[in-house]
């Protein structure tokens, strides 16, 4: 992911992996 950290539970440091976290699920 771009701009962020990625931890453990598959949560991210940062507003824009939480708006691309649900877009890579759909792809």
Do not use: A, C, D, E
């Not at 992911?1 to 940062?14: E, I, M, P, W, Y």
């Amino acid at each position: 992911f771009v701009g962020g950290k990625r931890v453990s539970g598959g949560v991210h440091t940062s507003p824009v992996n939480v708006h691309f976290f649900p877009v890579m699920l759909r792809i």
